[in-house]
T-cell receptor, first 111, second 114 residues
């Protein structure tokens, strides 16, 4: 039962354009959402998070949007840079429960 | 500040064997979580330890076990290895109990079962 879904396994975007990564969830109890970025041979690193009381959080080139009614969140990267090429995981949890991760989206930025 | 350290980084085992993986969290972090990463499955939660006690457990068979020591270092053990156990095993630490915020991951231990 995949409670956090990333339906696009891969995405290619031209350098300088906007990258939009999507994530859907099924558990309405989730109240905290995070994005992690993973390079090959490295562990995931935290990128940005959002609480369910907000619908947007911004950090530099990265913005996360949360649509609770649609149980959908997205990560926008503007402008995309070659160093952004990585696998991106969205994750969610509530209370003291475990962090539930999606299956990841491999983002490739084309120079 | 040193990051999360996992050993060994790579190992090869055969079916039926057992394996022990080690994780040293960031100094001061008392929570250690373990995840299994396989292609197409994302990161699957194994268990979380806080103050030497297992606080949360994922949906893995009893062949997967772990423990945490008084210095917060953690080990996980997989007995009677199966081919499907081949994966990247990631350890993550956090200063707080429960994965309610940012986790700090190690580079992982890549296990290959032949």
């Amino acid at each position: 039962d995949q409670q956090v879904k990333q339906n696009s396994p891969s995405l290619s975007v031209q350098e300088g354009r906007i990258s939009i990564l999507n994530c859907d969830y099924t558990n309405s109890m989730f109240d905290y959402f995070l994005w992690y970025k993973k390079y090959p041979a490295e562990g995931p690193t935290f990128l940005i998070s959002i609480s369910s009381i907000k619908d947007k959080n911004e950090d530099g080139r990265f913005t996360v949007f949360l649509n609770k009614s649609a149980k959908h969140l997205s990560l926008h990267i503007v402008p995309s840079q070659p160093g952004d090429s990585a696998v991106y995981f969205c994750a969610a949890n509530f209370g003291n429960e475990k962090l539930t991760f999606g299956t990841g989206t491999r983002l490739t930025i084309i120079p | 500040k040193a990051g999360v350290t996992q050993t060994p980084r790579y190992l090869i085992k055969t079916r039926g064997q057992q394996v022990t993986l080690s994780c040293s969290p960031i100094s001061g972090h008392r929570s250690v979580s373990w995840y299994q990463q396989t292609p197409g499955q994302g990161l699957q939660f194994l268990f979380e330890y806080f103050s030497e006690t297992q606080r949360n457990k994922g949906n893995f068979p009893g062949r997967f076990s772990g423990r945490q020591f008084s210095n917060s270092r953690s080990e996980m053990n997989v007995s009677t290895l199966e081919l499907g156990d081949s994966a990247l095993y990631l350890c993550a630490s956090s200063p707080r109990q429960g994965n309610t915020g940012e986790l700090f991951f190690g580079e992982g231990s890549r296990l290959t079962v032949l």
